[in-house]
Structure formats: structure tokens, C-alpha cells
């Protein structure tokens, strides 16, 4: 389970540290940093995949992933204040088993003689045991190109890293290999939803060539691929129990023609079920909700960014149940701004019933002050330890 995870100069994140429990909810009013965190958590699972500077480049590159207010908090003379230290975008993440951190930089490339000005480096990555980079956990240090790893003593690595090159993916050391492919393949598992397509042409609605699926794509294509995995294996219990608590008397059968797979609802008062392609935009988008959190055999993190968009008030509570189903098989994480589905999610009596002996959810409220995000509440030694190294 992931219990930290510490962000630095990511757009408003500032410099965050966020405790994380099997249930965390984000709130907080609009503008305060809640798609942020959830968008530099996204990149962190690109960065399991070895896909981070593509990731940052996509979302325009450093210059605009950059916190772009003052170096130092704000007070007089903050405004304007010319940098003196080098800009950096720092991601971290901490569990009971294995940690790492890394930092981006801006390119070190003459604008004349390259295409790739878009194109972060990584400058800096740690991998650790354990929740925080002390020190003493460290056992893969790398800066710039050159890196070192710890067994008895530090010993340097040979090789060195391209500024595109990870110690997740790329670190050739035999040595540390079986302990970065576990951290990379855990990280890159991760499954973060945002706002589901649900237009006419949205991939969820079209009948697709299935094949057995763990779990749902980002934009949901494979939605009947997943249903029928769980129905094969015996495990579509609980996603027939939460269809029918949001649509009472409903039920979804899957069909195959020629290998290509299709959504059915089956609905109370109706002569024939509706395929995906007929569904009420709520009605697709919390099936769709449905199987990114119940597939078969969960993955190890689940992220929702507002998963309350475009769903009707009745369907918030049904939701809570279903997030809270799900944090008792793995860990979740949910930003919202709906106060109905923050309190179904941490009210300790909304939705016991009906989510078994979930746990209510941690909470978390952002708030912003001059200088960025900050966790409501927490001091400044009241989070989660942690350091970034230095540069
Ligand atoms: N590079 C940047 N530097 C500093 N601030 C930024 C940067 N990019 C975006 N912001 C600001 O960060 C704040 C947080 O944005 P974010 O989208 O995370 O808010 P949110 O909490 O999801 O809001 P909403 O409830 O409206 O969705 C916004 O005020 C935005 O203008
Ligand atoms: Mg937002």
C-alpha cells in the first residue's frame, strides 16, 4: 500500500506531502489543487511505465508544468522575484515496501540545434526501502547521468543515463534489476480514470473485439471485456450487487458475435435491453465506473479524478458504496468535490450498510494560500517525513 506521496513544483503544488490510507478522499474548493494532485499521480504511473518525459512533454512540457509563482513564500517582495536556484518538478512516492522519488529539469539544449525543447530531464532519482528517502533507505542513487548503487558498500554503475533514461527502466545493473522491475511494474499497474468520453462516438458505447481483460482502459473501450473477465472467473457478484443497488431490478448480460463484444442492460418496464450505444450518459458512465472498480482482481492503486460528473444526485450514494466496496480489496484514491459523495465516503455510518465493513475513507481538504496548495490542517511537521535530496 502506498502511504506517501510528496509532489514539488507541479503547477499550484508547491511542495505537498499527502498521506495516503486504503480510502484517501480530495476535496477542496474549486481552483485549490485537487486535479493537480491527481494529474501528478498520473504522471508517476507513466514513470512506471517509463513514460514520464513523454508524459510531461504531452502536457506541454516544464514551462507549463512548472509551479509558476515565487521562488520563496509569499510576502513583500515575492512578486517578481528573480529565480536564483534552478527550477525542478519533483515527484515521490513511499510504501511499506519500496520508495522513489524523482526530479525533472529543464532541458540542458541549444534552442538552435534541437527539435526536443519540450523534452524534461531527469536530473535526479532516488529508490528507497520503505515510506521516506532517509538517508540510510537508499539504495539507488542516481544524479544526472552517473549512477550509484548500495549493496554492502555504494559501488558506481558503468553506465551512463541519457537525460530521457530512467533507473526504473533503463538502469542496467544486475545487481538491483529484480527490485526495479517490482517497483516499476507495481507503479505502471496503477489505474487512474478521469472524466469518461460518453458522446455518440465515445469507444465505450461501440461493441469492440474482446479478449480477457484485467482492467478498463482509460476511456473505457473495452467496458464489456472486463464485465465478461469477471462473469468467466465467477467474480461478477459484487458488480451485479452495485448494478442493482444504482438501477434496482436491472441487470447487464454480455454478448459475443464473432468475437466482438457488447454491452446489454436489461431494464425493469423495457421489452428488450439497451446496448451501450442507447444508454443514458449517467447510466454508461457509472456501468463504466462499475468495472473500473470491480474488475476480477483489482490493481494495486485505483485513482478516480471527480468521478461524480455528469451522474445524477440519486446515483452519489450508490457510488459511495461502490468506492467503498472497492477499498476493501485495494487501495483507492477519490477526488471530489461533490459533499455528497465526500460524506458517503468518510461518514462512518453513510454506506456501512450497504459497503460491508469498509473503513471510512481519510480525508484530506486542499486549500490555497499565496504560495500554492497546502493540506488544510497539517503544520509544517505534521505531514508524512520526507526530504528531497539535493540536487
Ligand atoms: N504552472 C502553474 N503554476 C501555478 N499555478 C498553476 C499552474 N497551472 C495551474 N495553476 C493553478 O493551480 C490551481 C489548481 O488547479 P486545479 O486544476 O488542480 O484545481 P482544482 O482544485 O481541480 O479545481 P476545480 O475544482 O475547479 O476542478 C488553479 O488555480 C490553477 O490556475
Ligand atoms: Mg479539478
Known sequence: ??????????????????????????????????????????LLAAAGAGELVGAVAREGGLASALWAGPERTAGPGAQGTVRSRPVSLRLGVGSAEYGYLVELGQPQVDPARSFFLHDPEIKREQVFMGAAPRPSAVFIDRTRGAARVRDAGWRAVPQALGPGQSVLRDLDDAGTLADTLRLRTRMAEWRCYDHFRTDRAAPARQAQVGTRTRWLSDDGADLAAVWATA??????????????????????????THGVFELLLHQPGLLRPF??????????????????????????????????????????????????????????????????LRAALTGAAAGAGAAGSAAPGAEIELESTGWGTRVRGQGPLDGPPWNWPAR
Open 275 to 340: 446496448s451501450a450505444a442507447e444508454l443514458s450518459d449517467g447510466t454508461l458512465r457509472y456501468l463504466l465506473l462499475c468495472a473500473a472498480l470491480l474488475p476480477a482482481e483489482p490493481p494495486p492503486l485505483i485513482v478516480l479524478n471527480e468521478p461524480e460528473g455528469s451522474l445524477h444526485a440519486e446515483l452519489l450514494a450508490p457510488l459511495g458504496a461502490l468506492i467503498r466496496r472497492a477499498a476493501e480489496r485495494t487501495q483507492v484514491l477519490v477526488v471530489t468535490h461533490a459533499p455528497t
Open 231 to 256: 462473469i468467466e472467473r465467477g467474480q461478477d457478484g459484487p458488480l451485479a450487487g452495485a448494478v442493482a443497488e444504482a438501477f434496482p431490478g436491472s441487470r447487464v448480460e454480455i454478448t459475443v
Open 1 to 42: 500500500m502506498i502511504t506517501t506521496f510528496a509532489v514539488a513544483g507541479y503547477r499550484s503544488l508547491v511542495d505537498l506531502v499527502v498521506p495516503l490510507a486504503p480510502l484517501t478522499v480530495v476535496s477542496g474548493a474549486n481552483g485549490t489543487g485537487k486535479t493537480s494532485l491527481y494529474r501528478a499521480l498520473r
